[in-house]
């Protein structure tokens, strides 16, 4: 016969596991991974914060800020020597093209507020993304994702796909300086092959850039011709003009590109996140049912212990 002290210890250990005497069994030290105290080593602890790092982030930061930066960098001193041509040898009265040196102050003002954003933007986009990281690798542990979390990966989702569009103007925009440079610079060329061939003169070659609608059809002279456009295109404010405006072309390019790659990161971190909450969802469910499956457990033993 069991008496009711017995029944009652019974139910103490079966309520509470951790109260089962411990068996304690010999565990053999691992050699070059954990000290005797416990304590994780320098490799050890390297190898798990590398495990944390969002590459993949990391690689379109540093995509993002190289294009940003060519792109702003380039394209302000393209822009200088840019006005440096058209005062010298386009537009020698400075009424002609004030307009356009305002415009292009204007744009240089513009670049530097584009790379201080794009600046600041990286480096959250870079902290989003470790963030996520962290969440996806504790998915099953103790970490807790919220709707807020969520909620803001959202936004960068949609602000990155904005500023992506956007971009893509931005490249194509920059692709134009790029389309007139080369033009004067493939006359220039055929200027010199003619001379060379002693076919036609040069002097009935001319670059106009009235036509381009950068300045007013009245400017004076306008256009170049001739002698006079191959020492243009010899100087080097148009050399270097050229080549930065190309530079800058394939830094939005690269800007471009990696916005994309941001793109695809962020929506990708964002359904990870979403299956993080339902996952969490589900362990609570699953803790509360079990909670209540151990208190009616524990209520019916107790009703059979009085009733016994």
């Given at each position: ?258 916005l994309i790659h ?27 049912e079990e909670q ?17």
């Amino acid at each position: 016969v069991i008496t009711r002290p017995e029944m009652e210890i019974g139910r103490y250990h079966w309520m509470y596991r951790s109260s089962r005497p411990h068996r304690y069994h010999h565990v053999p030290a691992l050699r070059g991974s954990i000290s005797p105290l416990g304590i994780q080593g320098c490799f050890e602890c390297c190898i798990k914060c590398l495990g944390g790092v969002p590459y993949a982030s990391l690689v379109a930061t540093i995509l993002c800020f190289s294009g940003v930066a060519l792109f702003c960098g380039c394209g302000h001193v393209a822009l200088t020597g840019t006005v440096s041509i058209l005062e010298q040898h386009f537009s020698t009265n400075a009424s002609d093209h004030a307009l356009l040196s305002e415009v292009i102050q204007l744009m240089q003002y513009v670049i530097y507020g584009i790379a201080s954003f794009f600046f600041l933007y990286g480096i959250i986009l870079l902290a989003e993304g470790f963030y996520t990281t962290s969440a996806v690798k504790e998915l099953h542990g103790e970490f807790k994702t919220t709707a807020c979390g969520r909620c803001i990966s959202g936004m960068f989702v949609f602000l990155t796909y904005v500023l992506g569009v956007a971009w893509l103007g931005v490249f194509g925009f920059s692709a134009v300086p790029v389309f007139m440079f080369y033009n004067i610079w493939s006359t220039c060329e055929v200027i010199k092959s003619l001379q060379t061939n002693m076919t036609v003169p040069g002097d009935q070659i001319c670059v106009d850039i009235r036509q381009y609608g950068i300045i007013p059809w009245n400017a004076v002279p306008g256009r170049a011709c001739g002698p006079i456009l191959e020492n243009i295109c010899n100087t080097n404010e148009f050399y270097m003009s050229y080549h930065l405006f190309i530079v800058a072309c394939a830094g939005a390019g690269a800007t471009v590109i990696a916005l994309i790659h941001f793109l695809m990161i962020l929506s990708s971190n964002w359904a990870y996140l979403k299956d993080a909450s339902k996952m969490q969802a589900y362990q609570d469910i699953k803790a509360k049912e079990e909670q209540e499956l151990q208190d009616i457990q524990s209520r019916s033993k107790e009703q059979l212990n009085s009733y016994t």
